[in-house]
């Protein structure tokens, strides 16, 4: 569970024209320009701010375009022409600590790990938060797509964006419980063209700009940071049904489950995809699709953004970003983690990643994935009744 935010008291949904003070995470990229031009047409006061990733001793071009100095400078721009305030954040330290480092910690364990959501819950919603307070804000606002949605009860709760491919919910089941009700959404109601649309309408600088493409501070492919950082140790590929050779590796950090493509086996005709990275062997392990099929998985570093008691036992989980949800049942779920039955089997589904728990539209958690389990064939002798494969 991420450690509580220490905030004030829950407050009313914001009304427009409040004149609460509110930080807007701006990136020099299009989805938060306009969310700080319609907070401040919302009557919002409104303050930006960038965070500061990009460190002093590498080319200014090796930080992708939505986080380096040319970004802050496109951001310092939106806010004049908007008319807010506008503040350069020093978060070098705190990114190296949070994000590169346990990144390449978790490449280093062959398991495959996902940056923004760290990004999310450690910087922008933890550190953030804190920070918009210390600024004497009430909320922070970013330019996610994603529904800030407030029951007639007074609970905020975060749904998907109505634009289905722009639906950033994945990125934030980390975000600490507590900080929901301080956070706003501006852009989650709407479609990315209308987005640029507003964008063009007011003739913001960073009406055109391109999306983002990149893990930020990985400009190029993720193999040559990793190759950069990483020591290299050459090993073998194995066929996971036989054990026998069917290859060699460069290094474990360089595959990802579900692989198939740069395998270099030595029969290069055989579709094999990479079923388990055992870093203990230094030994990749291959097998056929099916053998990377996983009928459900074990979650840690869990957070609910409900009461645990309140968790439905059917659920829909998605265990990728660009994966569509499938239908779960909760096995097990208490506050350090969750173990979870697909309805139907699921294609690589990776350590490292995030598992993240839906109702419908709504976001109700999720956790890293750390093992995947297979229910074996009802005919072959087992041990138990569910295996969580370790291979090792
Ligand atoms: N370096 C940063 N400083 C401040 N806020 C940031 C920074 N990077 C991202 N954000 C915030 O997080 C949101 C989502 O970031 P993401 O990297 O997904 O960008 P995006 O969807 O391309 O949005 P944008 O078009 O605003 O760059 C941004 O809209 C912005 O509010």
Partial sequence: MSAPVPLSPPVPAPAAGSGERVLCAMSGGVDSSVTAALLKDQGYQVVGAMMRFWPDDKRVDTFDTCCSPDAAY??????????????LLDYREQFQRHIVGPFLDEYARGR??????????????????????????????????????????????????????????????GTPREALPYILFPVGELEKPQVRAIAEARGLLTARKPESQNICFVPGKVQDFVAEHLPQASGFIREIATGEVVGEHLGTQFYTL????????????RVRHVVHLDTATNTVWVGNYEDCLWTGLRAGSANYLLDLSALPTELDVQVRYRTAPVKARVVHADEHGFELAFAEPQFAVAPGQSAVLYDG?????????????????????????RLAVNLS
């Fill in 112 to 173: 495959t790990p996902n940056p923004c959501v760290n990004c999310n819950t450690k910087v922008k919603f933890d550190e953030l938060v804190k920070k918009a307070k210390m600024l004497g804000c009430r909320y922070v606002a970013t330019g996610h797509y994603v529904k800030r949605v407030e029951t007639a009860a007074g609970e905020v709760q975060f749904h998907r964006g109505d634009d289905p491919r722009k639906d950033q919910t994945y990125f934030l089941w």
């Fill in 361 to 385: 539209p709504r976001l109700l958690g999720g956790g890293l994935i750390e093992d995947h389990v297979r229910e074996l064939p009802p005919l072959r002798p087992v041990p138990r009744k």
């Fill in 74 to 87: 496109e951001a310092r721009r939106v806010a004049e022409q908007v008319g807010v305030p506008f503040y």
């Fill in 258 to 269: 579900g692989q198939k493509k740069g395998l270099g086996l030595y029969q290069s005709h």
